[in-house]
């Protein structure tokens, strides 16, 4: 037991800043000293082990390096934030959308007395933006955010803080992309507030090379008459973990969730997310599609709650993963978890191989076996893909996905 | 064209082929008859590379080349075609799309410069008419929620699309009704040259009605053990196979 300890002060060591917390962070520099570093022990981290992150030494580097980052949709704004820290906005923002620097986090959305990242982010955020999207404000472009690094063995806790006002509609694509460094670890929170008949699309890339750590955690509040959408795509990473935790507090509202996660070689990726219904009359779906291949090992865990006040809610969850190879793994667990008795809930989780009769048929058309075995992944992944309506970021990621496999 | 000789083939251990002959010249049409389990389906099956099958002993040269080395989709390009007994569904992969793929996919083979999208898409227009496929199966995913029926055209469709050397027909008439059936062996028909030649392999005289055969062969426990002209298919529709396999005894 004392040596858990010495690992756990050990790893938080490193991350100790010497001016003064303020804020909830000097609550979150508490916490921290409570909980355990998270361990297969714990259900909610049963599938993760997280030795590598612990056992790691990570330093803080804020560089001024040029570092190019390709642009996903043309010529919207992008904000880069290298190393952990955001830097100055790279074209021009829609009017009634405002990007303000966080200096402090005052009052939070994030559950961080339990969740060891969220606290360590919460007390030692590296860096921190708020965007407010004033109401009745469109956003036609989605705003970029690239998080990259320019270094090895860094450590980046970004914040970001989304507000999105009354009867406005956002978008935004959040990039996690590589370039060519290792033993990165990004220790990413994020806030999202989605007001009264609000709109907001978040879509994200996470291509952070195979050698770097993401844990990536995701709060959002629906308020009543809201639409949320939200679709992940998870290409890289040594270990990449998101938590995804939705607050559907209002009536009406409209929650999706999508996500194709493909894993290689030795990745390992876990989604988890939890949707919770607190006010009724509301839809949520949920669908994602994982390939893995070679060592890797992917998680999902998917809860819906349903709250007993939370009457005709339609809730619908699915899970469907195809292992490429015999070493490849996955543990999928949806759950659903009902309080109210006039709800339409369903839920389903499928594993499966690569259809090789269908193979087969293509490659006597004249289909290489590689083309054929493309066309079938990208035709198992299709029907989440559709459902994104930035047509820039699917056609990017469309391509990304055939170059993913050399099957 | 195809030149098969003394080919043996296995099944998990189980000897299906038992020394096989069969020439195919360019302009004709051989149709295969047997009774089941005499190895029609294996012989389609090894054609066209299917993993499973073991090639004991024997040669199948196609247009001078062994295509026993060749992988499936080099003997597609080399052109060879089969059309399945049992077409699959591949829900999500549109049956125009990957048409556009396999004949580009073909043309490198072939060092050929990409067929033009205009061109492309005059031929799809061409060959739906071809086998009366209506437009949207044209471009809905490859034979998901098909009828039988359609899913034969849909065979045929491709076929015309590839413009194959050789055609194999495992079974293509197996479950139609007489309106499919008379569309399916009229657009077979109509692709019908003097450079290319079909193989139809059948359970049932009736197909041989619409689509002639130059040859019948008859297939029995993994061998031909008759051929003759299109009569031949006459007197096993009338007699069976029982009097050939006494025949044989």
Partial sequence: ?407 | MLSIKDLKVSVEGKEILRGLNLEVKAGEVHAIMGPNGSGKSTLASVLAGREDYIVDSGTVDFDGKDMLDLAPEERAAEGLFLAFQYPVEIPGVSNINFLKTAINEIRAYKGEEKMAAKEFLKRVKEKKELVELKDNLASRSVNEGFSGGEKKRNEIFQMAMLEPKLAILDETDSGLDIDALRIVANGVNRLKTKENATVVITHYQRLLDYIVPDFVHVLYQGQIVKTGGKELALELEEKGYDWLTKELV
């Fill in chain 1, 1 to 407: 037991m004392e040596a858990v300890i010495d690992k756990k002060e050990l790893f938080l060591e490193q991350f100790r800043v010497s001016e003064g917390l303020s804020g909830e962070s000097i609550a979150a520099q508490k916490a921290l000293h409570n909980l355990d570093f998270p361990s297969t022990r714990d259900e909610y981290w049963k599938y993760t082990r997280l030795t590598k992150i612990q056992n790691s030494r990570f330093s803080l580097e804020e560089s001024t390096e040029d570092i190019a980052i390709e642009s996903i949709n043309e010529d919207a704004a992008h904000l880069n934030c290298i190393n952990g820290f955001f830097r100055e906005l790279i074209g021009e923002l829609p009017e009634g959308v405002s990007i303000t620097p966080l200096e402090q986090v005052n009052t939070s959305l994030i559950e961080y007395q339990h969740e060891f990242f969220a606290a360590l982010n919460t007390a030692y955020f590296t860096s921190g933006i708020k965007i407010t999207v004033d109401s009745g404000v469109v956003m036609e472009k989605a705003l970029q955010l690239n998080f990259a690094n320019s270094a090895s063995n860094l450590q980046a806790q970004p914040r970001v803080e989304i507000k999105v006002a009354k009867n406005a509609s956002a978008q935004f694509i959040l990039n996690f992309q590589n370039h060519g460094n290792t033993g990165n670890f990004w220790n990413v929170v994020s806030e999202m507030k989605v007001a009264q008949n609000a709109e907001l699309n978040i879509h994200q890339l996470q291509q952070g090379g195979d050698e770097n750590f993401l844990v990536n955690t995701t709060t959002v509040q629906q308020k009543r008459d809201s639409r949320f959408a939200i679709h992940t795509i998870c290409l890289e990473g040594k270990i990449l973990r998101n938590n995804l935790n939705i607050a559907v507090e209002g009536e009406n509202c409209e929650t999706k969730l999508n996500g194709v996660y493909l894993a290689s070689g030795s990745e390992h990726f876990d989604n988890h997310t939890y949707v919770d219904h607190i006010a009724p009359n509301c839809n949520s779906s949920e669908n994602y599609k994982g390939i893995i291949d070679d060592k890797a090992t992917a998680v999902f865990n998917g809860k819906v709650m349903v709250q007993p006040d939370a009457q005709k809610i339609n809730a619908f969850q699915s899970n469907q993963n195809i292992l490429l190879s015999d070493d490849a793994t996955i543990n999928s667990k949806p759950e659903l978890e009902i309080y109210a008795d006039d709800v339409l809930c369903s839920h389903g989780s499928t594993t499966g191989q690569l259809d090789e009769e269908a193979v087969f048929y293509l490659r006597t058309r004249g289909v290489s076996e590689i083309s054929a075995k493309k066309m079938m992944i990208r035709a198992f992944v299709f029907e989440v893909l559709e459902e994104i309506k930035l047509e820039s970021f699917r056609t990017h990621i469309e391509d990304l996905i055939d170059e993913k496999f050399k099957v």
